[in-house]
């Protein structure tokens, strides 16, 4: 059985920087397919990040050049390392993993991921 377990989440102003950290088990498989989802106030919940998959899409517009997602399977966790914050950066953040869907943009805008993790809060005001 797969677990995910978020943290790093935190208060932060527009600009600043944040890592958010996935602890993961129950993964052996080093190109497990995994990623980030985030969901603003009343808003749907966007695949932000994904790695371990296949195709160029594995950031959301709204996040290249500032978010960088990293696996590293030695301390099974993975990482989104977020920079230049903006305040449409806030919400709720979870880790998502599933091996059945190897294509990035297949897995950013899946809503039926098998394995989530209960998520972590980001915001982002001055």
């Known amino acids: 059985q797969v677990h995910l377990v978020e943290s790093g989440g935190g208060s932060v102003q527009p600009g600043e920087s944040l890592t958010l950290s996935c602890v993961y088990s129950?993964?052996?498989?080093?190109?497990?397919?995994m990623g980030w989802f985030r969901q603003a106030p009343e808003k749907e919940r966007e695949g932000v990040a994904a790695i371990d998959c296949s195709g160029p899409d594995r950031y959301a517009d709204s996040v290249k050049g500032r978010f960088t997602i990293v696996k590293d399977h030695s301390r099974n966790t993975l990482y989104l390392k977020m920079n230049s914050l903006k305040v449409e950066d806030t919400g709720i953040y979870y880790c998502?993993?599933?091996?059945?869907?190897?294509?990035?943009?297949?897995?950013?805008?899946?809503?039926?991921?098998?394995?989530w993790g209960q998520g972590t809060h980001v915001t982002v005001s001055s």
């Open positions: 129950g993964i052996t498989n080093n190109r497990y397919p």
């Open positions: 998502a993993a599933d091996s059945n869907i190897g294509d990035c943009a297949s897995f950013r805008f899946s809503n039926d991921l098998n394995y």
